[in-house]
């Protein structure tokens, strides 16, 4: 619905059921299905320009964020996913407005930047969005835009994570189911879309953010005093 989103409430939930590596790998097979699906739906077009641009950073700033994984504690990679959901959502929560300029440096930036986090805590797609807005883009373009970057950035760290050993064959069985729940959830997303005003869900969906990076601060807290 938004052109992002499901990995920022599904790395956090998930790594309640499985290690924090674990959930990166398979956060990264089940993204390329859901967005190959925002293809298939959104296929009016979209910006070549901004796929270039932003795309080509976001895949160096993956790699590079996948392979810090394996040098980083979990522990730590799980607080930095929970500082980024709070900050981010109080962030778009309090600056209602916020639009960076639309300029080719910032969609370098914002491509690289995103990129990284993604590869480090398993979603970046907010940042990316974030650059993506300034250059307003029709609904179903932005989607298709941030679809087809985002494929190159999970099929690059994909194959990170499967050389870092986060795939393991205990968890494939989860790949199918996630095929049709990640088809199913853009199929909704896409009619939603269209019915109601985008703006409506934005604050909604910037709470329940909030709420999963609290649940999540609280869960490394409570892990360490355990």
Do not use: C, W
Request: proline share 4%; glycine share 10%.
């Amino acid at each position: 619905m938004g052109g992002f989103g499901s990995s920022l409430f599904f790395v956090p939930l998930a790594s309640y059921f499985l290690d924090f590596h674990s959930v990166l790998g398979i956060t990264a097979v089940y993204h390329v299905f859901s967005n190959l699906s925002k293809i298939a739906l959104f296929r009016q077009g979209f910006d070549k320009r901004l796929v270039l641009y932003m795309g080509i950073p976001s895949v160096l700033g993956v790699i590079g964020g996948s392979v810090a994984t394996r040098y980083l504690p979990t522990p730590s990679l799980e607080l930095a996913l929970a500082l980024f959901l709070v900050s981010i959502s109080v962030v778009f929560l309090v600056f209602r407005n916020l639009v960076l300029p639309a300029t080719n440096t910032n969609a370098v930036a914002g491509g690289g930047v995103s990129g990284f986090v993604a590869g480090m805590l398993g979603t970046g797609g907010a940042i990316r969005g974030t650059a993506l807005a300034a250059f307003n883009l029709p609904a179903a373009t932005f989607v298709a835009t941030s679809a087809i970057i985002d494929l190159g950035v999970d099929a690059s760290r994909t194959v990170v994570y499967y050389a870092n050993g986060y795939m393991h064959q205990d968890d494939l069985y989860l790949i199918p189911i996630l095929i049709v729940v990640s088809i199913l959830g853009t199929f909704a997303g896409k009619k939603l879309l269209e019915r109601i005003p985008q703006a409506y869900f934005r604050n909604i969906v910037l709470v329940l953010i909030l709420i999963t990076g609290l649940i999540t601060l609280s869960k490394v807290f409570l892990g360490k005093t355990a």
